[in-house]
């Protein structure tokens, strides 16, 4: 099968890294390489989970096909390349829907596996790997072994979260969520500052389904913190006035066609828009209908966002703070970014339930804070090795899918489970043939045998 070496990067554009790509055309033609190599669905991880630097890439976007649809039980077979975008197509006309969804739809069955992604749902529903029925994994030595909770479950448990590193993740098996319709009742509240949206978020007479709030994280002082609450549900027949459609129309997608100037967002533009934006959305505080569309995925109405941040890139820090911690982390975090005065175009605050069972599982009880950081200088990564300390000291977590930068050292004692885990890559593995950027960063492969 041919390949060609192109520069590539995940969604942040840093770093970027020549690869050898190779796109297999069908599922049989997956298969590892002995010289090692890291499956790739859309790329939509920001840093450098999805590349392996002047090694092979398996590019998974043309093994895509949806093998099955149980439509009366809401199980769905598909192989790992679909996109959420493609599902969604399918599913929502009969009455079906994602039982987690991460807030983009052009991401990978795959991808969502191997990062065990989570939503606004995650303090209800926990993550995608709580909805799996079965993976059929492609191992290092060619074998095609099943593995599901019940099931070569050791394998199973080091796969979701395992960022690619156990073997190609090639079909998925999903139990679907069912719908009445394509909309979403929603209501806001605004919050003044942290504190109250802290109250606002464990107040159980206002939780929903899906919570997740907004942070403005240029405003200090006695605002520092002040955000949006989100709350919403999938809307009941009976929410629809009489006349609507059953299915909103998909939102036109627009594109930036060229990369802004790094200067374009600056602390006064987004200190702008924060502004406006949270005095236009805390007026929403009736009950309000909004398509799925625009309520889990408003950035893909854009098409290339990321080119506003620049041509070098950006980075998104998106931590997790224990329940316990969780005030005092956020405020110490939202302190040192204010003081610094790099502005995050986007701040978004959620809560999580319990921590699952993956090994490398990214959500544990608590808080979780996401900060879009424009790369500027190298600055940025000091003050970043210094967010590191605050979550480190506060029990939490850097999320892998997102992350870029994070040292060895760090993940170590951010993962407990890593030794568990590393246990498991060790035997269906040895030779470490699936290794990327991101785990040769990490320290992961100098364990190997
Ligand atoms: C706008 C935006 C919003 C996001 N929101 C969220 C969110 O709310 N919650 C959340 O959890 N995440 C979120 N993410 C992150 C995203 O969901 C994850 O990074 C996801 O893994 C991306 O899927 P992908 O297909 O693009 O995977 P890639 O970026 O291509 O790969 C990600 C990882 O999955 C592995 N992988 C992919 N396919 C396979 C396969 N078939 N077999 C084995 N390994 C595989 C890769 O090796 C890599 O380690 C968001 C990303 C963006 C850009």
New binding site residues.
């Given amino acids: 099968m041919g390949t060609r070496v192109a520069p590539v990067s995940?969604?942040g554009r840093y770093p970027v890294q020549s690869c050898e790509l190779e796109r297999p055309e069908r599922y049989a033609d997956l298969r590892p390489f002995d010289g090692g190599l890291?499956?790739?669905?859309?790329?939509?991880?920001y840093g450098d989970?999805?590349l392996n630097e002047d090694g092979r890439v398996l590019l998974?976007e043309r093994v895509n096909r949806l093998l099955d649809l149980d439509a009366e039980q809401g199980i769905l077979r598909a192989e790992?390349g679909v996109t959420l975008a493609e599902i969604l197509g399918v599913i929502v006309p009969k009455g079906w829907f994602l039982p987690v969804t991460?807030?983009?739809k052009f991401?990978?069955l795959?991808?969502?596996v191997?990062?065990d992604?989570?939503?606004k749902n995650h303090h209800r529903d926990g993550s995608f790997c709580d909805h799996i029925l079965g993976l059929e994994m492609i191992l290092a030595d060619g074998r095609r072994l099943p593995c599901s909770p019940a099931e070569n479950a050791a394998l199973f448990w080091a796969t979701v979260g395992g960022?690619?590193l156990t073997g190609?993740?090639g079909e998925v098996t999903l139990k679907l969520i069912p719908i009445q319709n394509g909309y979403m009742k929603v209501h806001h509240r605004a919050a003044g500052n942290l504190e109250q949206l802290f109250q606002l978020l464990e107040d159980p007479a206002m939780d929903d389904r899906y919570t997740v709030a907004w942070l403005d994280s240029l405003a200090t002082g006695q605002h520092l913190g002040r955000g949006i609450a989100m709350f919403g549900h999938h809307a009941a027949s009976e929410d629809l006035p009489a006349g609507l459609d059953n299915s909103p129309k998909p939102g036109r997608s627009r594109a930036i066609p060229f990369d802004f100037p790094a200067i374009a967002l600056n602390p006064a533009s987004i200190g702008a828009f924060n502004a406006w934006y949270y005095a236009r959305e805390g007026k929403k505080r009736e009950p309000f209908l909004c398509g799925y569309d625009p309520y889990f995925y408003p950035?893909d109405a854009i098409g290339n966002w990321n080119r506003m941040y620049g041509k070098r890139g950006f980075v998104q820090y998106q931590c997790v703070i224990p329940g316990a911690t969780a005030f005092d982390g956020i405020k110490a975090l939202l302190g040192k970014l204010a003081d610094s005065r790099r502005a995050s175009f986007l701040a978004v605050l959620k809560r999580f339930g319990a921590q699952g069972k993956g090994l490398l599982s990214f959500p544990m009880a608590g808080y979780t804070l996401a900060l879009d950081l424009p790369i500027r200088d190298t600055g940025l990564f000091e003050l970043l090795d210094e967010l590191d300390q605050i979550v480190l000291k506060c029990g939490g977590r850097i999320y892998l899918?997102?992350d870029a930068r994070l040292s060895a050292e760090s993940f170590r004692a951010m993962y407990p489970r890593y030794g568990e885990w590393l246990k498991i890559k060790n035997v269906v593995d040895p030779k470490n043939v699936f290794s990327?950027s991101l785990s040769r960063r990490l320290g992961v492969d100098g364990d190997m045998a």
């Fill in positions: 995940g969604w890291i499956v790739r669905g859309q790329g939509r991880s989970a999805a998974t790992a991460p807030g983009t991401v990978s795959g991808g969502c191997a990062a992604v989570h939503g960022m690619g190609i993740i950035l899918a997102k990327s």
